[in-house]
């Protein structure tokens, strides 16, 4: 089993995106915050005004989704938990999962040549700084919780500019190559048009 493990991982850092976020010195008042935001884990749920509008959102997202991750119960799981982690922390869940697309094509156990980690590669030192010991980044929760509340610590640090805090993200600052490739796999993959799904979220691509 541990062989299997090993040999996941290994396949998985090839396909991993290479950079990486970079540690910088947060305030005493940011990382207290970012701690309680980590420590939130409150079962994940669709936000939506109706369930019938988060229903017809994952049946949608589902369908795109479905060659990368052929398991159906994963996939609503995964999605659930991508709408959930990506409204609380005030970002488009279409968003995130472009950017999934392009960080780790939606392997659990990718790992960067950095040490970014899991869907949304997390560098490790986050875990340090805002987390405690017990977070595993290759539990998809735990990742994607880390991944919006670090996008979300990176728009608030560029002043809602989304170029910079995707730069900040990838550790490629001022580089245009990773913002366009997030934004273009949101904009050709993941777009949806519902207002409610985008209630409380950065601009869609096409604003």
């Known amino acids: 089993m541990r062989r299997l493990i ?3 991982l290994i396949l998985a850092s090839s396909c991993a995106w290479a950079g990486a976020q970079r540690e910088e010195a947060l305030s005493a008042s940011v990382q207290a915050s970012l701690q309680r935001a980590v420590a939130d884990d409150a079962a994940p749920r669709l936000v939506f005004d109706n369930a019938g509008e988060g229903q017809a959102w994952i049946a949608d997202m589902s ?3 479905e060659k990368r991750m052929p398991d159906q119960d994963m996939r609503r799981l995964f999605l659930t938990s991508v709408h959930y982690e990506a409204t609380r922390a005030g970002l488009d869940p279409q968003l995130v999962l472009g950017l999934i697309q392009v960080e780790s ?3 659990k156990y990718a790992i960067s040549s950095s040490g970014a980690r899991g869907f949304m590669q997390v ?3 986050w875990v340090r700084s805002i987390g405690s010991e017990e977070h595993n980044l290759f539990q998809m929760r735990t990742n994607l919780r880390y991944g919006c509340i670090i996008l979300r610590h990176y728009l608030d ?3 809602g ?3 910079r805090a995707l730069g900040r993200y990838n550790g490629s600052l001022g580089r245009a190559e990773y913002p366009n490739l997030v934004l273009g796999a949101w904009k050709r993959h993941w777009d949806y048009a ?3 799904a985008q209630a409380g979220s950065v601009s869609g691509p096409h604003s």
Do not use: I, Q
Request: proline residues 5%; hydrophobic residues 45%.
């Open 194 to 196: 519902t207002k409610t």
């Open 63 to 65: 369908r795109r989704l």
């Open 105 to 107: 094509g939606f392997r």
């Open 123 to 125: 560098m490790p030192f």
């Open 161 to 163: 500019n989304l170029f």
């Open 157 to 159: 640090m560029e002043k």
């Open 6 to 8: 090993a040999a996941s």
